[in-house]
């Protein structure tokens, strides 16, 4: 049987958010060009409005990856997986606001 080298996994978890998070800034900063665009122009939106609904998947996404990824860490750690009602409404209340 081969050794397994040691994975330094704090590094790839660091990495795997910074994408993300470059992905998002990225993603949000297109789509709101574009939404620039269409309001000076509204007979663009036809071209426009796929184009968007790619934007607005990347974030959503990035957003499944950071819950999978912090759900990995959890479960790593033992922590238990439910979230509490408090946590909810935090989540919920973040949402609501973007």
Do not use: C, W
Not at 7 to 33: G, H, K, P, T, Y
Not at 65 to 88: C, D, F, I, N, R
């Amino acid at each position: 049987m081969a050794k397994r080298k040691h994975i330094d996994s704090r590094q790839f978890i660091d990495e795997a958010i910074a994408n993300i998070r470059d992905d998002r800034a990225m993603a949000a900063s297109l789509l709101v060009e574009l939404v620039k665009t269409i309001k000076t122009d509204e007979t663009k939106h036809q071209h426009s409005g796929p184009v968007a609904a790619k934007y607005l998947e990347t974030l959503q996404r990035s957003n499944e990856q950071l819950v999978k990824l912090a759900s990995l860490l959890s479960k790593k750690e033992g922590a238990p997986t439910a979230l509490s009602s408090m946590e909810k409404s935090e989540i919920y209340d973040l949402i609501k606001d973007e």
